[in-house]
């Protein structure tokens, strides 16, 4: 994707480098600065702290992680034992999002047994840019299949462009490339449909007014950022086409986790009949659940993202307090939009209806 007319990747390697390089998001929109990893240590960090964030990347950043980790490891006295104490600290990092822990198991799965040393880091550093490749082509798949949603409305409403609401940042910096929400939006207005996009500012980290707007921007998508409780008025006033969303873990029953706020959107959109649907690489559907609501974990952050506010000012970024010293705050990072509200899932796959019978039918090998 774009950025001031270059095209960018979130994460990357250079050839014959130990680094690992990432576009420090905590710096958008103001910044764009690149952040160069060059420990297992510094990932933990830059996933746990949300220099990086979002289903796609986190796993991709893990997938690289795991490459940091091995070449520590050439040095340890005991190799594999250093490699899975790692993976584990990996895994730990962000408990809600399952691509965390499927990228490090998919490192592990790429590692024969009986190698030498030399010959795991080569298997490993593979395995991570394979990884890192198929969460972009994945995206660039749900963009296609995504854009004929789009299409198929354009068609009846010619006159005007088709008006989308999404919620978070679900666009190509939550992916390595391309996006999962977004990645069907670029797809259209690539093909020249008209489009304009509802931008969620998504409390209390504001990925959305900061980072969705961002990169609609850099891509010339026209978007108009609202506070997030205005989609249900839009909606009510037929201001809003389709809704889309992205997805940090979703059961194989259509139970989507998403950023905090998505269920109430989904609840907006069932009340005006107006499609809501969730995108996402087939990564971030955990296989094992089927009671999204009660099984799936939900991250709970830091309070001061609620009692504190980051922005701009005159003197340069800064960060003040909005509440009463004496309050104390709740800071759920995720909620559960269950099958019932959700219209479809897009995957890589295709669009299918959100019920396990659906899912299972475009991936009958999960069965």
């Known amino acids: 994707m774009k950025v001031n007319g270059k095209d960018y990747r979130t994460i990357w390697r250079e050839p014959d480098s130990n680094k690992i390089f990432i576009i420090d998001q905590r710096q958008l929109p103001f910044d764009f600065l690149i952040e160069e990893i060059t420990s297992v240590d510094e990932m933990c960090t830059a996933i746990a702290d949300m220099h990086v964030r979002g289903a796609g990347l986190i796993g991709a950043s893990a997938a690289y992680g795991m490459l940091l980790v091995a070449r520590e490891a050439f ?24 691509n965390l822990a499927f990228a490090v198991d998919k ?66 910096l939550a992916f390595v490339d391309y996006g999962s929400a977004l990645a069907p939006v ?36 026209p978007h108009t950022v609202i506070v997030d409780n205005t989609g249900g008025h839009l909606m009510q006033h037929g201001m809003v086409d389709i809704c889309f969303v992205g997805s940090d873990r979703t059961t194989r029953t259509g139970d989507v986790a998403n950023k905090i706020g998505t ?38 952050r830091n309070q001061d993202e609620v009692l504190c506010f ?4 005159e003197n340069g ?12 705050a709740v800071n759920y990072g995720f909620d559960v939009t269950p099958a019932r509200l959700v219209t479809g899932i897009i995957t890589e796959r295709g669009v299918t209806e959100a019920n396990e019978e659906s899912i299972l039918a475009r991936f009958p090998e999960k069965s």
């Open 310 to 313: 980051e922005g701009l000012s």
């Open 75 to 98: 040095t340890a006295v005991d190799f594999n034992g250093h490699l899975k104490k790692a993976a584990e600290k990996l895994k730990a990092t962000r408990p809600t999002a399952v």
């Open 186 to 221: 670029y797809e259209a207005h690539r093909r020249g449909i008209p489009v304009h996009v509802w931008v969620d500012e998504t409390r209390p980290r504001n990925q959305g007014s900061k980072l969705t707007a961002w990169e609609l921007a850099m891509e010339g998508v």
């Open 317 to 328: 970024q800064m960060r003040v307090r909005i509440t009463p010293e004496e309050s104390q």
């Open 107 to 172: 490192i592990f799965e790429a590692v024969k047994p009986g190698l030498r040393k030399e010959e795991i880091v080569v298997q490993i550093e593979e395995a991570a840019e394979r990884f890192a490749n198929a969460d972009a082509d994945m995206c660039r798949q749900i963009g296609l299949y995504g854009a004929a949603l789009i299409e198929e409305i354009h068609k009846k409403y010619s006159e005007r462009p088709v008006n989308i609401l999404t919620h978070c940042n679900a666009g190509w």
């Open 263 to 300: 269920y109430l959107k989904a609840l907006a959109a069932k009340d005006n009949n107006i499609p809501f649907y969730a995108a996402m690489p087939s990564s971030t559907i955990d296989w094992n659940l089927r009671d999204g609501i009660n099984e799936i974990p939900i991250e709970e």
